[in-house]
């Protein structure tokens, strides 16, 4: 750890000392989400010192008439440091602002065509992420997340920010020691197909289709329902499953695989 993170740390250590959130505050935040639930006592707290840092370094900036008040700022904060509870805060590097608009919004989007003509279309969101740039979140999806559906707009977005780390939005973010790049590859791709078949042949899917858009949004859908519904992906994909317990460090299901 170099000099500026150490004072980084050391500055966030006192204003903590200065923060008092009581219990019931955090229940009234998380209390109804289902990972909150099954995290033992250690894992709450760290995860409650990990959202205050976050709120610490991330501005959070509410668009009328969002009303950005402290438990909703809490239950903000904790789903986004769900993912780097072990990978530290570091991996949102670059990240300096949350917006809060208070539905669905309108965002412009460029593709290309097989032909390589560029289109431009006004699309409606429910986040966005922009590489070094803010992430863009609906009020609206964030009250329907948390739900143990499988669906938490601020892990998805926060997930794009991961995979930003490395060589922009391409499902490969930057791995931990001791997870290897080529399983990977290989497992995602493995994974990728298989999901491809299955809806192709109008089978059950272990997670929402939406991840077949590109490899970017299969990472971040995964990442998902590793957190929120993670037995239909233990179930159809152990290995890849596995391996999203090596990167992340934490197993969902932890009470079944003892």
Known sequence: MGLLSRWRRWREGRQLAGLQVDAALWQQALGDWPLWQQLAPAQRQQLQQLALRFLLRIRLIAIQPVDLDDRLRLRIAGMAVAPVLQLGLDAYAGLRTLIIYPDAFISPQQWQDDAGVVHEELSERSGEAWERGPVVLSLADILASGQGNGYNVVIHELAHVLDMRQQGANGAP???????????????????????????????????AYALADPAEFFAVLCEHFFEAPQPLRECWPDLYALLVDYFGYRPLAVDEV
């Open 174 to 208: 930057l791995l931990p020691v001791g997870v290897s790049p080529q399983r990977w590859s290989q497992l995602m791709q493995q994974a990728w197909e298989d999901l491809c078949r299955r809806e192709a042949s109008g089978l059950p899917l272990p997670i929402d």
